[in-house]
RNA sequence: GCGACUGUAGUCUAGAGGUAUGAUUUCUGCCUGCCACGCAGACGGCCCGGGUUCGAUUCCCGGCAGUCGCACCA
């Protein structure tokens, strides 16, 4: 059997404890599905409630929530049906499968051949007797994959619909109530977290690639002409590293340590909302916990770019298990979607210009993939100490807040400790009861399911009041009054004191 | 989708053609004056379907699922 992998013991814990497992267990499942229990739901709203803090509340950005299922013809305009999708050939012999369009451009010189369609496909494989790369057999007739989930929409199933694989069409449907809502004033940005679908082929490493998944995506519109950021100088500073297209098209191995600004003024960020929005990345991920040594952004190649890109950043993070993965794109999209929408809608989207001219806005877009963000908190933050588990949550995502223990399960201690509890409730924290065990094993049980702080009632607090906070991280406590209790709580969730500042520190033995 | 390996309590495991080992978790007592203490007890399992067999969780075939490799990942 493989050594057991850091993945294995975060994906065990998971399961254990109620972030997250498999989807449709009890009929044996069902491979690129996960569910989130309670503790896994309450950390992905918190990773989406910080994602709207450093993204959407600070720039005073707009919010969106549109239907996942979209008629056909929303597609057709935004390229997806044409581009988002691939001609595959099986060999009969080995059974390997190919991108028939890529076999056909190896073997002849062309270029684009998907463009060309399913047929010509076909075509050009007879003509120049193209065969399996791997064993030399025959291959199938290529198949179209369109990796889209389609439906019916109404009873009669007249019209055909499609889930979307990305939320940001949403944005350019509804770009004119934008463009009102903000005042008809650029830029502006309108941002949605929400469910989309794309029907992998094989969905692998549990919950990386799915076949539902939370996108957390922002379209930020400006003016070509005029395409600078107001907040560019807050993020300028940021050193970020940077594997730019030149680097990838040579495969250079190192990274390029630079700060946004230089990036930016070097050209090798094409935007300064794209360097704003890398910037404001950096520092989000590592608000979640992982360090920036565990970041870097790897520019797309050409032949790997969507079909709307220009030029796009990958944000990618380290895995003990996988090594680099990709959780979030920054692309510059042009005036691609708005321009194919107003083709085919006929609504007119542009913009006028003081000087009279009329433009279409170009777009910005940075996109995150919750569910990997979520593992990646679970990766960046899991410690195997003395034999426990420890998930040192930074405190804005924990989603239990405070543990409340009785020290002992006599003398009355558990019916104080109840007392300190609903208090707690009372006051808005997410709190949790636990007299099960010693008190040392309700310390590790609440460790492991990352509640940063815990309060312990003991003698003292029946004889005055007096209770004790113990730190998961450090595993110091304090001591201070109950009455001091609620007021020190909330000013350590908001940020505003660190745990030493909390009370008294407590020397025990 | 193809190939290799794998599938046993909530979790992690041992094992054999005659329904199963151990640990841990959970629960109940006792204990416990601060880091998974100890004692006693309880709950709980052979992925699904078919075949061979007197008998299959074990062998065979298929499915489903997992890991890895190939392909794919806008």
């Not at 690639?209 to 996108?215: G, L, Q």
């Not at 979607?337 to 085919?344: C, I």
């Not at 910005?364 to 998930?391: H, M």
């Not at 007392?419 to 709190?431: A, R």
């Amino acid at each position: 059997m493989p050594p057991r992998t850091r993945y294995d013991t975060i994906s065990e814990i998971a399961k254990r404890r109620g972030f997250f497992w498999p989807s449709f267990e009890i009929y044996g499942g069902m491979s690129g599905y996960v569910t989130y229990g309670d503790l896994g739901t309450k950390l992905k709203r918190s990773i989406e409630a910080l994602w709207k803090e450093y993204f959407v509340r600070k720039q005073g950005f707009l919010e969106l929530d549109d239907p996942i299922i979209n008629p056909e013809r929303v597609f057709e305009a935004s390229g997806h049906l044409e581009n988002f999708k691939e001609y595959s050939a099986e060999c009969t012999q080995c059974g390997r499968s190919f991108r028939a369009d890529h076999l056909v451009e190896e073997k002849t010189g062309m270029e684009n051949v998907e463009a060309m369609g399913g047929e010509a496909i076909k075509h050009l494989m007879l003509e120049h007797r193209i065969r399996c790369p791997n064993c030399g057999g025959e291959l199938k007739e290529p198949v179209l994959f369109l990796p889209m989930f389609k439906t019916e929409i109404g009873a009669t199933g007249g019209e055909v619909g499609y889930a979307r694989p990305e939320t940001a069409q949403a944005m350019f449907l509804n770009y004119k109530r934008g463009y009102q809502h903000a005042r008809e004033k650029l830029p502006f940005a309108v941002a949605q977290s929400s469910k989309v679908m794309r029907n992998e082929i094989s969905p692998r490493r549990g919950a990386i690639r799915v076949r539902e998944f939370t996108i957390m995506e922002l379209e930020l519109f400006f003016d070509p002409q005029d395409p600078g950021c107001p907040w560019f100088r807050e993020v300028e500073n940021v050193v970020i590293k940077l594997s730019t297209e030149e680097m990838e098209a040579k495969e250079v191995k190192e990274l390029l340590e630079t700060s946004i600004g230089e990036a930016v003024e070097d050209g090798l960020i094409l935007t300064e909302w794209q360097g704003y929005f890398m910037g404001v990345s950096q520092r989000f991920i590592t608000a979640l916990g992982m360090p920036p040594e565990k970041q870097r952004f790897r520019a797309h190649l050409p032949d790997e770019r969507a079909h709307y890109s220009a030029q796009t950043y990958d944000h990618e993070v380290l895995f003990e298990t996988w090594g680099w993965i990709e959780i979030s794109g920054c692309a510059y999209r042009t005036d691609f979607d708005l321009r194919n929408h107003m083709e085919a809608s006929g609504v007119d989207m542009t913009v006028l210009r003081e000087d009279g001219t009329r433009y279409v806005p170009h777009v910005v877009e940075p996109s995150y993939g919750l569910d990997r963000l979520f593992l990646s908190v679970l990766e960046a933050t899991y410690e195997r100490k003395q034999k426990r588990n420890i998930l040192h949550l930074p405190r804005e995502l924990a989603p239990y807040q405070v543990a409340v223990f009785p020290l002992v399960t006599k003398d009355g201690l558990p019916e104080k400790a109840r007392e300190v509890h609903d208090l707690l409730l009372d006051k808005g924290f997410w709190v949790v009861y636990d007299e099960a065990g010693s008190i040392g094993r309700r310390y590790a049980r609440a460790d492991e399911i990352g509640v940063p702080l815990a309060v312990a009632v003991d003698y003292d607090t029946l004889k005055n009041d007096v209770l004790t906070i113990r730190d998961r991280d450090t595993w110091k406590q304090v001591s201070l009054s109950l009455a001091e209790l609620p007021g020190v709580l909330e000013a350590y969730f908001k940020g505003e004191k660190d745990f030493l500042d909390l009370g008294t520190l407590v020397i025990r033995g």
